[in-house]
């Protein structure tokens, strides 16, 4: 990714090595729409794993939005989280 000008944490190739505060390479499709053909639309939602919400809660968001935006990833493991339908 970081060659199309998207680096990801901990990507050995184009992002560097792992910092000491994410454990691995931080890549996760949290919403996924895929169409399949004669089936139509595919909704896929998976939780952010434990270990990047672990990584999460260490970040501070720079503004209301994004500090929205980070508490819903964090709380994605818990059933009560919303949908997100703007994807």
Sequence with gaps: MGYEGYPLVGDPAYG???PNWCPRQWLHAWHLRINV???GLLDVEVP???DLRTVLQKLTAEDATATEKLQEWI???DASCPSDQGY
């Design 75 to 77: 709380l994605s493991g």
């Design 16 to 18: 560097g090595p792992s």
């Design 48 to 50: 952010v794993p434990s």
């Design 37 to 39: 053909p004669a089936e």
